[in-house]
């Protein structure tokens, strides 16, 4: 091919390539993952759920706390259908919807896993554990959901993905903004989840809304 | 369609049987198939489901494939041929396994997978698998919790094609990596093994004599890693392993290494087994195909209960 072809071919190319031209930005880490995985997009998908589906199931499904909490010491099965859900197969433990209204006794903020100790019965004792983050133990959020199910992901990698997406959001939504200082004695209202705690232990409530008061 | 594929292969099995002169009232055949059993985890696996199939009236035929994908495909190609009425299997792969089941599934033979996934469904009749990011969580959150949430520290990594290794890690720094002060200065993977954890171990040691804590991926790769530490007379670093053997228990209970994650093999193993079993029977596969079995921590606090991957009460 001699030089002149070879560069009118070239400046030819260009002239086709040109109308076809855009900007392309440079992707963020989070859209380079979701390429990566074929439109794999956690925190996407939890925002797209969040007002339209989330907060009303947890705002239909919730029992006060004290209902939920009683109901699943007297009759386990009763409370799991009334306010709990599990995948169908597995050895998940219930998890429960439930609203939180009560005080704050205890501030347990010195850990990155902070969580408000809350007397809901005005005994002055501890009966839920609030979690504010900034690290949110567990997946009660995802788990409590009914239109949520991890057959429907590719595997557990993903699946575990959407479940800390709900954890994110909600820190990012209200819990970041929470103060830390001056906490006891408070008022707290909440609705969210908690999964059935073993024998002995307290509930680890994760708040999907949260208002503290005065 | 799905009735006279049956039918031809029952005929062929039948053919295949008399050939190598089976007993004409030979009990049903159930293959389980593993990786090593160099690592007591898939032992208890493969004697739990053994038990299970036996105590069911099964004749079972054991197998292991190394963790070879080709391995593992001349394995299923032998229980397709023994005329196995099903598989339980802990693959060797979660990609490379796929068209291994799709090859049993053709040949009409169900497959009851344990302890790994495949990124498939709709293959295998049965995942039952550890939820090894919840696992993997509560043991990040009890190493944290050790290291006073702040330190230097290792990981080690399982086999990468293992969906497993990448699970557990991610369970373990989507904890970890919230605490700022947690700093880790080397991760590389020891492959499941013990020998490759202690070398690994050792030579890390070398150059990051400062480090807090190690956490690892499995049980065997933390025994190797305590016993690196242990000859380096290094007896302050906390080591947290994944899987829940005697082996851990007994260096837990000697005050070694600190924490273990449980996995429930052996239950998973006869559960598989039990939903085989329906199968053979009533061609009723479970509710959902994807099951997860949740773990659960092992410290000082219950380390003594623990026996062949269960708690006792």
């Not at chain 1, 133990?137 to 479940?163: C, M, P, Y």
């Not at chain 1, 908690?194 to 002995?200: E, F, R, V």
């Not at chain 2, 009735?3 to 295949?16: D, I, K, S, Y």
Request: contains cysteine.
């Amino acid at each position: 091919m001699s030089t002149f072809r070879a560069a009118a071919l070239f400046t030819l190319a260009i002239a086709l390539a040109l109308p076809g031209c855009k900007i392309v930005k440079t992707p963020t880490a989070e859209e380079a993952a979701e390429e990566a995985s074929g439109g794999f997009n956690p925190a996407r998908q939890v925002a797209g759920l969040w007002d339209e589906k989330v907060i009303p199931f947890l705002d239909k499904r919730a029992g006060t706390f004290q209902e939920v909490s009683s109901l699943a010491k007297s009759d386990l099965d009763a409370a799991a259908a009334k306010y709990g859900h599990k995948e169908k197969e597995g050895s998940a433990p219930w998890t429960f919807v439930a609203k939180v209204s009560g005080t704050i006794i205890k501030a347990e903020t010195k850990s990155r896993a902070a969580y408000l100790e809350t007397d809901v019965d005005g005994d002055g004792k501890g009966d839920v554990r609030i979690q504010i983050g900034p690290v949110i133990k567990g997946t009660a959020l995802r788990d409590s959901l009914d239109f949520v199910n991890f057959n429907e992901f590719k595997n557990q990698i993903q699946w575990a993905e959407f479940g800390k997406a709900f954890n994110t959001h909600v820190i990012g939504l209200t819990l970041d903004k929470l103060p830390r200082e001056g906490m006891e004695g408070k008022a707290i209202e909440a609705t969210g989840a908690y999964p059935l705690p073993s024998a002995g232990q307290p509930a680890l409530f994760t708040p999907a809304t949260i208002t503290i008061g005065g | 369609m799905k009735l006279t594929r049956r039918l031809t292969l029952a005929a062929f099995a039948g053919a295949l049987s008399m050939s190598v002169a089976m007993p004409a009232f030979a009990a049903d055949l159930i293959a389980i198939i593993t990786p090593s059993h160099d690592n007591p985890f898939f032992k208890a696996e493969a004697v739990g489901a053994e038990a299970k199939a036996k105590e069911l009236g099964y004749e079972t035929l054991v197998l292991v494939h190394d963790d070879d994908a080709n391995k593992q495909s001349q394995l299923i190609d032998t229980a397709i041929g023994r005329g196995a009425k099903a598989i339980i299997l802990d693959n060797a792969g979660s990609e490379a396994s796929i068209a291994a089941v799709q090859k049993a599934k053709d040949a009409g033979v169900p497959s009851f997978l344990i302890d790994r996934e495949i990124n498939a469904t709709g293959v295998a009749v049965s995942q039952i698998v550890s939820n090894n990011y919840q696992g993997a969580q509560l043991g990040a959150e009890e190493f944290v919790k050790l290291m006073g949430e702040a330190g230097s520290y290792v990981e080690l990594l399982g086999r990468e094609a293992d969906l497993n290794a990448g699970i557990r890690s991610k369970g373990y720094h989507d904890i970890i990596d919230e605490y700022p002060e947690m700093k880790m200065v080397a991760q590389q993977s020891a492959n499941w093994s013990q020998t490759e954890g202690y070398s690994k171990m050792e030579t890390i040691l070398q150059a990051n004599p400062d480090i807090k804590g190690v956490i690892s991926g499995n049980d065997t790769m933390a025994m190797g890693a305590i016993a690196a530490l242990q000859a380096a007379g290094r007896k302050d670093v906390i080591v947290v392993g994944f899987d829940g053997s005697n082996d851990v228990r007994d260096s837990i209970t000697s005050g070694g290494i600190k924490a273990t994650v449980l996995q429930p093999a052996y239950a998973q193993a006869q559960m598989a087994v039990e939903q085989a079993d329906v199968y053979i029977k009533t061609g009723k596969g479970p509710a959902e195909e994807k099951q997860l079995m949740d773990c659960v921590l092992i410290n000082g606090e219950n380390a003594a209960k623990l026996e062949t991957f269960a708690l006792t009460n």
